[in-house]
Every structure is written in structure tokens, then in C-alpha cells.
């Protein structure tokens, strides 16, 4: 399996723009997650999906942010209009619910968004 | 407000040497407690996890301790070696959630 695959790897962009980052899970997994890594709060969540339905976007820090799963082997995080304080890395994360809750989640490497 | 926390954002041990990596947490809820180890440029991978029933868990040179009354959990690497550095995640989860709660890691750097 290819593991988690995340798109772009890379991306910069100029404060006021839309951001798309890109999400493939690994197949099979029912469980979707973006986080986001920043030095002074490490990593959060921001939303999780279950079978392509949204659980829990509390950690979605403002109407910027939005989140999909058209189908299970897709999702996006999109940021409109982007902002300096949104640049850090974000990871999506596929899981497996095995029952008893002590399933392991699956990172993808990341994508780092700079924004200018 | 952070309910895992990591109050030592790095750590250098020579290598050879035990390293322990400490990790406080503050929702009594949490009864899963696992760590993911970052190397730069990658996403975390898992690394060793302890159920709350349990006090001790042992993988090779990697041991977990955690101390509920105290609601403080360690890792502890022994021997430690150079491929050890990378940036260790502590996180915790509660009963059958998958939402998984991280603290904000602890760069190891192992010195040859």
C-alpha cells in the first residue's frame, strides 16, 4: 500500500488567496483526519470524518476553514481567503476502527503552506 | 488549553544511554495513551501505546510507564541510538472516541 498521500507537498501563497490541500487515505480505512502541526500548540485536530461523513470539526479554528469527503478515497481542506497565522504543516490521517478503540492512526508526510 | 502537555521541548542524551521523554496530561477521561515518533519531512508513525489498565508496556528498546493517580506518562529508550532523534509525540484518547489529543512534542537529539 502507498500509505497516505497528501498534495501539494509544498505550497506558498499570498495572504488573501484560497488554499486546497489534497488528501488520499489508505484503502479500507474508514476513519479520515486533517491536523495541523504549529510549534506552540503542536499537533491539532481539526476534523475528523467517519465513512465520508464529518464528526467532529471543533477544532476548525474559523469559517476560513472547510473540510470534505466526497468519497472515500478523497478529501480536501480548503482555506478562503488564507492568512499569514494559517502557515504551518498539515497532515491527514487514515485509520481503521478495529473495535475497543486503540486503532492506529496512518499519517500522510505533510504539506507545509507558507502564507506571504 | 492544552490537555497533554510536553514541558520539555528537546532533549540531548549521548548515545548508548537511557532517554526519557515525560509527558503530563489532565482529562481523567483519557484511558489510551500512545506515542508517535516524527522524523523531519515525514508525517508521525506510531510508535508504542498503553491502555489505562495497565501501569508497564515493553517493545524492544522502547517502555512506556504510566502513573494515573499522577496522570503522568513516560517513555523511556534503552539504549538510545542516533536513528532515535526525531521530534516524539505523546497523545491520549478517551474510551472507544478515535479522537486522538497530542501534546506539542519533544525533539530528541541522540549525540554519537
Known amino acids: 500500500d502507498a500509505g497516505v498521500i497528501q498534495s501539494p507537498r509544498h505550497e506558498v501563497t499570498e495572504m488573501g488567496q484560497e488554499v486546497t490541500l489534497r488528501c488520499k487515505p489508505i484503502?479500507?480505512?474508514?476513519?479520515l483526519f486533517w491536523y495541523r502541526q504549529t510549534m506552540m500548540r503542536g499537533l491539532e485536530l481539526l476534523i475528523y470524518?467517519?465513512?465520508?461523513?464529518?464528526?467532529?470539526d471543533s477544532g476548525m479554528p474559523e469559517d476560513r476553514f472547510s473540510a470534505k469527503m466526497p468519497n472515500a478515497s478523497f478529501s480536501t481542506l480548503k482555506i478562503q481567503p488564507s492568512e499569514p497565522r494559517d502557515s504551518a504543516v498539515y497532515f491527514c490521517?487514515?485509520?481503521?476502527?478495529?473495535?475497543?478503540?486503540?486503532?492506529?492512526?496512518?499519517f500522510g508526510p505533510g504539506t507545509r503552506l507558507t502564507v506571504l | 488549553d492544552q490537555q497533554v502537555k510536553q514541558n520539555s521541548p528537546s532533549l540531548s542524551v549521548q548515545e548508548g544511554r537511557i532517554s526519557i521523554l515525560n509527558c503530563d496530561y489532565t482529562?481523567?477521561?483519557?484511558?489510551?495513551f500512545l506515542w508517535y515518533k516524527k522524523y523531519p519531512a515525514e508525517g508521525p508513525t506510531f510508535l508504542i501505546s498503553?491502555?489505562?489498565?495497565?501501569d508497564k508496556n515493553e517493545d524492544g528498546r522502547f517502555t512506556v510507564f504510566l502513573n494515573k493517580s499522577a496522570k503522568h506518562l513516560s517513555l523511556h529508550i534503552v539504549p538510545s541510538q542516533p536513528g532515535d532523534s526525531a521530534v516524539y509525540f505523546c497523545?491520549?484518547?478517551?474510551?472507544?472516541?478515535?479522537?486522538?489529543?497530542f501534546g506539542t512534542g519533544t525533539k530528541l537529539q541522540v549525540i554519537p
Open positions: 490521517a487514515s485509520s481503521l476502527d478495529l473495535g475497543g478503540g486503540t486503532d492506529t492512526q496512518y
Open positions: 482529562n481523567s477521561m483519557f484511558d489510551y
Open positions: 470524518f467517519n465513512n465520508n461523513v464529518p464528526i467532529d
Open positions: 497523545a491520549a484518547k478517551s474510551g472507544g472516541y478515535q479522537k486522538v489529543t
Open positions: 484503502s479500507g480505512h474508514d476513519y
Open positions: 498503553i491502555s489505562s489498565i495497565k
